[in-house]
């Protein structure tokens, strides 16, 4: 594999650096209120981005806090970085980093998963079976990834026999480029599909849509191939105006889109897949499938009384919070932040990093005594890729509505500049939010 690096003037870099930098520091909350004494018992489930930045906010905030990490993974991945593995633009040793070095200072990280929680006993009980007393709770696993709902799929064949997802792992980011490379080299049938189900950072479905197109025109393939995609759903994307661009841009580049077609089952060996659509199953053959599995509750939460109780948000378990505050609609003490969250929009590191600043204050506030007193907006952001070299930088609320916070980065105009900040300015961004310093 070839990792092309792209080029650019040393100066116009550090200035850009420089200006990024200053835009975001201006754009960080800060804390009003000296920490509050407390000696209460906090446990936090989870130790992605939403888990450790969630502990390092709250060791800010309160002073003399017992808080206990429960996450048994020693590595952390940074998973806005995989769909630039895909683009064979980075290394997989790039998004991977040791859990340890990331774990703050003062937090007790207890290394097993966590296998049940009960609120009603303010308790969580390990894999190993040791049982955690709580007084407050973060819960911040993250999701799942249902591959065992697409029939015939197994997740080992990816990066084999055409079969791509960019979701699954490091390995599995670089296996679905050479998957599109090979394509590249022998042309045939792209699919690139949606689920039907809420799922992490719902862009880059499409941004693998726009890079397996270029990765194509790049190395001689596009003329000879058929690039389609496959929703679901009535659209692509579910802001109307950047669902409305991506076609735009999609109709140009003579990339089809199927409304209505669920990936219901894969058959590797035929190379053919089935889509459920109304009129009944539709089996295609692919040269090519990028596969999105639907996504879940992880079932620590999914199977506990904490997710949702109706609404289409129940069929996956999602956490039941206050989609404001992020205090959980029954117990009181549970705060959630991540992609856990039961709520309209948001599960993007952006989300993390806005919506855990006012998790972690909220719950501040009620270890202090008081009410929650932070709305969350529901920022996200979505640097979407439209070819390597270029992207739009898209940023939303709750609403839908497009609410961009760099002066002069237009949200639906393709730019080097969107490109540069998914490329090199938004993982010490990340990481910065991890030590809680944004």
Same mark, same amino acid.
């Given at each position: 594999?070839?990792?092309?690096?792209?080029?650019?003037?040393?100066?116009?870099?550090?200035?850009?650096?420089?200006?990024?930098?200053?835009?975001?520091?201006?754009?960080?909350?800060?804390?009003?209120?000296?920490?509050?004494?407390?000696?209460?018992?906090?446990?936090?489930?989870?130790?992605?981005?939403?888990?450790?930045?969630?502990?390092?906010?709250?060791?800010?905030?309160?002073?003399?806090?017992?808080?206990?990490?429960?996450?048994?993974?020693?590595?952390?991945?940074?998973?806005?970085? /995989?769909?630039?593995?895909?683009?064979?633009?980075?290394?997989?040793?790039?998004?991977?980093?040791?859990?340890?070095?990331?774990?703050?200072?003062?937090?007790?990280?207890?290394?097993?998963?966590?296998?049940?929680?009960?609120?009603?006993?303010?308790?969580?009980?390990?894999?190993?079976?040791?049982?955690?007393?709580?007084?407050?709770?973060?819960?911040?696993?993250?999701?799942?990834?249902?591959?065992?709902?697409?029939?015939?799929?197994?997740?080992?064949?990816?990066?084999?026999?055409?079969?791509?997802?960019?979701?699954?792992?490091?390995?599995?980011?670089?296996?679905?480029?050479?998957?599109?490379?090979? /394509?590249?080299?022998?042309?045939?049938?792209?699919?690139?599909?949606?689920?039907?189900?809420? /799922?992490?950072?719902?862009?880059?479905?499409?941004?693998?849509?726009?890079?397996?197109?270029?990765?194509?025109?790049?190395?001689?393939?596009?003329?000879?191939?058929?690039?389609?995609?496959?929703?679901?759903?009535?659209?692509?994307?579910?802001?109307?105006?950047?669902?409305?661009?991506?076609?735009?841009?999609?109709?140009?580049?003579?990339?089809?889109?199927?409304?209505?077609?669920?990936?219901?089952?894969?058959?590797?060996?035929?190379?053919?897949?089935?889509?459920?659509?109304?009129?009944?199953?539709?089996?295609?053959?692919?040269?090519?499938?990028?596969?999105?599995?639907?996504?879940?509750?992880?079932?620590?939460?999914?199977?506990?009384?904490?997710?949702?109780?109706?609404?289409?948000?129940?069929?996956?378990?999602?956490?039941?919070?206050?989609?404001?505050?992020?205090?959980?609609?029954?117990?009181?003490?549970?705060?959630?932040?991540?992609?856990?969250?039961?709520?309209?929009?948001?599960?993007?590191?952006?989300?993390?990093?806005?919506?855990?600043?006012?998790?972690?204050?909220?719950?501040?506030?009620?270890?202090?005594?008081?009410?929650?007193?932070?709305?969350?907006?529901?920022?996200?952001?979505?640097?979407?890729?439209?070819?390597?070299?270029?992207?739009?930088?898209?940023?939303?609320?709750?609403?839908?509505?497009?609410?961009?916070?760099?002066?002069?980065?237009?949200? /639906?105009?393709?730019?080097?500049?969107?490109?540069?900040?998914?490329?090199?300015?938004?993982?010490?961004?990340?990481?910065?939010?991890?030590?809680?310093?944004?």
């Amino acid at each position: 594999m070839v990792i092309r690096k792209q080029s650019a003037d040393p100066q116009r870099r550090r200035i850009l650096q420089a200006a990024l930098a200053a835009a975001m520091a201006s754009a960080v909350p800060r804390q009003s209120r000296a920490a509050t004494r407390t000696n209460a018992r906090i446990v936090i489930v989870g130790g992605g981005a939403a888990g450790i930045s969630m502990a390092a906010r709250l060791l800010a905030l309160l002073d003399g806090a017992r808080i206990t990490l429960i996450d048994g993974a020693q590595q952390h991945i940074y998973q806005p970085g /995989l769909t630039l593995v895909a683009a064979g633009t980075w290394a997989p040793a790039q998004v991977i980093e040791p859990e340890a070095r990331w774990m703050p200072r003062g937090v007790e990280w207890l290394q097993e998963y966590a296998a049940e929680i009960d609120p009603v006993a303010k308790a969580v009980t390990t894999a190993g079976g040791k049982r955690v007393p709580y007084d407050f709770l973060v819960v911040a696993p993250g999701l799942e990834l249902g591959f065992d709902q697409i029939a015939g799929f197994d997740p080992k064949l990816i990066g084999s026999g055409g079969l791509g997802c960019v979701y699954a792992s490091p390995e599995a980011a670089l296996g679905t480029y050479r998957m599109i490379m090979a /394509l590249a080299e022998s042309g045939g049938d792209a699919l690139l599909t949606l689920p039907h189900t809420p /799922l992490k950072c719902a862009g880059a479905p499409l941004k693998l849509t726009f890079i397996a197109d270029d990765l194509l025109r790049r190395h001689g393939g596009r003329s000879r191939s058929r690039v389609s995609f496959m929703s679901p759903l009535s659209s692509v994307f579910g802001v109307p105006s950047v669902n409305t661009k991506v076609l735009e841009l999609w109709n140009e580049r003579s990339i089809g889109v199927a409304y209505g077609h669920r990936l219901k089952a894969v058959d590797p060996g035929r190379r053919r897949a089935v889509f459920a659509t109304n009129a009944g199953d539709v089996e295609q053959s692919y040269d090519f499938l990028h596969v999105v599995p639907p996504m879940r509750a992880p079932a620590v939460v999914r199977n506990s009384p904490l997710p949702v109780q109706s609404g289409p948000l129940s069929e996956g378990g999602w956490l039941d919070v206050d989609k404001d505050n992020l205090r959980h609609r029954r117990f009181p003490e549970i705060f959630g932040c991540g992609d856990i969250n039961g709520t309209p929009r948001g599960k993007t590191a952006a989300t993390v990093k806005k919506g855990g600043f006012v998790a972690a204050a909220n719950l501040a506030a009620v270890v202090a005594g008081r009410e929650p007193e932070l709305k969350f907006d529901g920022y996200t952001s979505c640097p979407m890729v439209t070819s390597i070299g270029r992207a739009m930088l898209i940023e939303f609320d709750y609403e839908g509505r497009l609410t961009p916070t760099l002066p002069g980065v237009e949200p /639906l105009t393709e730019s080097w500049f969107a490109w540069f900040l998914e490329e090199r300015m938004l993982k010490p961004a990340y990481f910065a939010m991890l030590k809680g310093w944004t």
